[in-house]
Structure formats: structure tokens, C-alpha cells
């Protein structure tokens, strides 16, 4: 995805919270996702926004702003074991005229003790 | 039983090889995909399939087909590899409204 930007690496502490920032361009769009992928593991997902504002699971919590393109993936209360990779993913229209999954780069996280 | 599988889990090859890499899932979903993970990038989609007699094309359909042999079964086709489609190769299944993915483990695919 050439049209989506989330910065390449971030390291936290155990304990702390961390942002993740997402922004986008695309056409037709139709919500956003969020993924987790540890290394070398499948993704598995973790958030799906379409309309603006926070949604809030447990210790993820999503935000999307539409007009901005912008959206964030907060995690509070780090565990080690919430060191991944995350996937900021917006479902737009294809070439095709089909609405599908277009991934960032992904924000690898490193959590420290 | 994990509810999207992937056949080969590795697979080794040589350059101009026909390959093909199998997915199977038991979700009951209509949807269907194939992408691509190159080591620290994200993913990028291949082919797609709405339903059995439904098949696009994605962002990098060059150089593969697919075959949808039935509602549970998703085929990739490298028809002659090289060496640049070295990659981790995912399947995914989503219900009819494309929202939530459920991806397969993940096929590594070395072309030499």
C-alpha cells in the first residue's frame, strides 16, 4: 500500500502505553482494520473502524478520523508479549470496482522490560 | 483443526518450476485471497475470488494464476518462478462482507 503511512519501528516500555499512527489515502473508502503479526505467524486481527471516533477493546483501542485519513491504534498496560508487527489496513474500492483490504507496511513494536 | 489451511508450509525451487501453493478452509466463508509478504514489508494482494465464478485480479497479478476448484478450495500458481517471488505467501478467507480476515499459517516459498 503506497497510499498508507505508519512509521517502521516504535520501542516501549512494559507497563506503558503506545500510539500507533496510520494515515491513508484511498478511494471509495469503507472502514479501516487493524492486524497483529508476530514474526514469521499469520496476522490476526484486532480492530475494525468505520465511522469516526474510538472504539475501545480491552486494552486496544482504535480511532479513526475520515476526513483527515487518519486513524490510531493505542495499546495500554504493554506485555512483552505485544511485541508484533501492526498492520494498518484500509478496505477501499480495487481496479477491479471491488472493495478489498489494501495493507500498510506495517509499525514494528518492541516491548522492553 | 485450524480453519484455513496451507499446503506446502516451505517449499524450495528452481528457477522456471511450475508451482503451486493449495489453500483450504472450513469457515464456510464465499471469499477468498491470496497476498504476498516480503521480509518487513507489508501485504500485498495477489488474486481475490467473491465466490467460485468471481476471480480478480490485485495489486500484483503478474506472473500468477489461481484457481477457485470449489467454495473451500483456493489455488495459487506460480507458472514459471523466479527468483523475486521468493516470499511468505498467506491465504485469507473473509464472510460477504469483507470485513474481518481469517488468514492460513503462511506458506514460505525460496525460489533459487
Known amino acids: 500500500g503506497q497510499n498508507i503511512d505508519q512509521p517502521t519501528e516504535m520501542t516501549a516500555t512494559e507497563g506503558a502505553i503506545v500510539q500507533i499512527n496510520c494515515t491513508y489515502q484511498?478511494?471509495?473508502?469503507?472502514?479501516l482494520f487493524w492486524y497483529q503479526q508476530h514474526a514469521g505467524e499469520a496476522p490476526t486481527f484486532l480492530s475494525y473502524?468505520?465511522?469516526?471516533g474510538l472504539e475501545e477493546k480491552g486494552r486496544f483501542s482504535s480511532f479513526l478520523s475520515r476526513s483527515k485519513g487518519y486513524s490510531y491504534l493505542l495499546l495500554k498496560e504493554l506485555q512483552m508479549k505485544d511485541s508484533a508487527s501492526y498492520l494498518c489496513a484500509p478496505k477501499e474500492v480495487m481496479d477491479t470496482g471491488r472493495r478489498a483490504l489494501t495493507f500498510g507496511s506495517g509499525t514494528r513494536l518492541q516491548v522492553q522490560p | 483443526d485450524a480453519d484455513v489451511t496451507q499446503t506446502p508450509r516451505n517449499r524450495i525451487t528452481k528457477t522456471g518450476k511450475r508451482i503451486m501453493l493449495e489453500c483450504s478452509q472450513t469457515k464456510g466463508h464465499d471469499r477468498m485471497y491470496w497476498y504476498r509478504q516480503d521480509p518487513g514489508l507489508g501485504l500485498q494482494l495477489i488474486y481475490y475470488?467473491?465466490?467460485?465464478?468471481?476471480?480478480n485480479k490485485g495489486e500484483i497479478s503478474d506472473g500468477y494464476s489461481v484457481s477457485r476448484q470449489a467454495q473451500a478450495k483456493f489455488s495459487l500458481s506460480l507458472e514459471s518462478a523466479i527468483p523475486n517471488q521468493t516470499a511468505l505467501y498467506f491465504c485469507?478467507?473473509?464472510?460477504?462482507?469483507?470485513?474481518?480476515?481469517?488468514f492460513g499459517p503462511g506458506t514460505r516459498l525460496t525460489v533459487l
Open positions: 485469507a478467507t473473509s464472510d460477504i462482507t469483507g470485513n474481518e480476515q481469517f
Open positions: 484511498t478511494s471509495g473508502f469503507n472502514g
Open positions: 473502524n468505520v465511522l469516526d
Open positions: 475470488s467473491f465466490d467460485v465464478k468471481d476471480i
